[in-house]
DNA sequence: AAGTTCTTATTAC
DNA sequence: CTAACGGTAATAAGAACTT
């Protein structure tokens, strides 16, 4: 197994640089791209916020009612999708230029193995600069690099350097350089891995040198195929490759509702709308299965699914099957509805 | 009892 | 009466259903 270089980009505060590039008559001020705090009663949450908003509390998902109450003179502004998939597009031009192999994380976050291409960490960290120059170049952003020896690695690089910035953590640092920082730091430990962590070792604000002392063994009866992951991750290894293109495997669509409600008609309408957007999306692929989401008020949440002989079904007949299986949330529960999604899967 | 399929939970961006 | 949480997708585990 030979050593690897990787690099990890993410662009700064992507949606709001974007908007402050756009407007920079807004620079200098909190930005919040978002839910409109006003409209909908407030439903929704922050998308992205530039520095100055965060310095407010306000961060991605927070409410966006909350981060009105945090910061009511901020700029509040819708997400333009449309829009930043075209900056998306401009930047992954020059980035794909730079490795044979880059995986796409989201529309600005993108892993690099630079093995083939660098022998050497310093040469990796040419390749970052030059990325960042000419990113800021041909679209006035920036970004972060971070490069390790694995992707785990680059990305806490990358994390440590945000924002407009560069680091590399070679392999003699890695042990290290993570032991003191958080449980969370490792990618896949979450709130509630976290808390299990936590609680296991009956210890508050553990850190990753305090979880290396479970057993691989404990890990794997906490956690299953996961805590194997862990346990090699809080040590900083972590063999996963760097995948090209993937394909999606399921597409689909939800819609929260203004007020939660219960009528039939208003329900079934927005349903028609979500599985015509989610058959477009879909276009020519073969269609495998589906699945209807229902969101209580309460927030619970339930699915129904239907699969079926991969082919390509029209856009009624799924329509038909989702509706019969959404009617059985209204007959089964008397609560009011929050949310109805739908989803299909895709063949391999 | 094994092999699918369905449902929920968790994570990430 | 005091404003709690989007949308999209992947993955894993366990339950439920088939054969």
Redesign the pocket.
Known sequence: MKKRIILHI?MDYFFAQIEERENPQFKGKPIVV??D??GG?????V?TANYEARSFGIK??T????A??LCPQAVFLP?NMDFYEKVSLSVFKIVSKKAKKVEK?????AYLDLSDKCRSYKEAEKVGEEIKKEIYKKERLTCTVGIGENKMMA?IACELAKPDGLKVIKPSQTKKIIEEMPL?T???????????IQKYLKKKNAKIKDARKIKKEKLIDL?????D?FYHKLRGVDNSLVEGE???????????FQKDTRDPEKIIKVFRR?VG??YR?AKEEKIK?L?VVC?FED?????????FEPGNYKEDFLYKKGVS?LLRFLTRSNKKI??I?F?V?LPE
Not at 186 to 195: C, F, L, S, V, W
């Open positions: 993410d978002g839910a705090p006003r009663k407030g439903r929704g949450v998308s991605s998902a409410p966006i009612s909350r009105f109450r997400v994380v989201s529309l600005d976050e990305k969370e490792i990618p896949g430990i979450g709130p509630k891995t976290k808390e299990a956690f299953g195929k996961r805590g992951d993937r394909k999606a495997k399921s597409v689909g669509k939800e819609h929260t979500l957007d989610v999306q299965g699945v969101r927030f619970e949440t339930h699915t129904k699914q239907a699969s299986l929050r949310l999604g989803r899967s």
